[in-house]
């Protein structure tokens, strides 16, 4: 079974940077399509940014222009650059994996545990 481990989070104060990582166990970036999604407390967890197998990104409006996402297939890692942080950046971000459709049903979807982000002064 594959899995995605993240690392990164922490505490940071507004306008700081945190590069969050996510190390997936095995090669798979050509099977799956890779995301970054957050979670607060009392908040539903949402789309951060999404690397599609293809090479192709999307963003939250809400982080345009902050984040990026990208990947290094020799180390079997995705990464998510945020810059600019605001408070309202704290959260729990989950590292994704989503099967291509054309997939078998034996390949699942797959999550990290899961890193804290902490914006504050």
């Known amino acids: 079974q594959v899995q995605l481990v993240e690392s990164g989070g922490g505490l940071v104060q507004p306008g700081g940077s945190l590069r969050l990582s996510c190390a997936a166990s095995?090669?798979?970036?050509?099977?799956?399509?890779m995301g970054w999604y957050r979670q607060a407390p009392g908040k539903q967890r949402e789309l951060v940014a999404r690397?599609?197998?293809?090479?192709?990104?999307n963003y939250a409006d809400s982080v345009k222009g902050r984040f990026t996402i990208s990947r290094d297939n020799a180390k079997n890692t995705v990464y998510l650059q945020m810059n600019s942080l605001k408070p309202e950046d704290t959260a729990v971000y989950y590292c994704?994996?989503?099967?291509?459709?054309?997939?078998?049903?034996?390949?699942?979807?797959?999550w990290g545990q899961g890193t804290l982000v902490t914006v504050s002064s």
């Open positions: 095995r090669n798979i970036f050509s099977r799956y399509d």
């Open positions: 994704n994996a989503d099967p291509l459709r054309e997939l078998p049903d034996r390949y699942l979807e797959l």
């Open positions: 690397l599609t197998s293809g090479g192709s990104t």
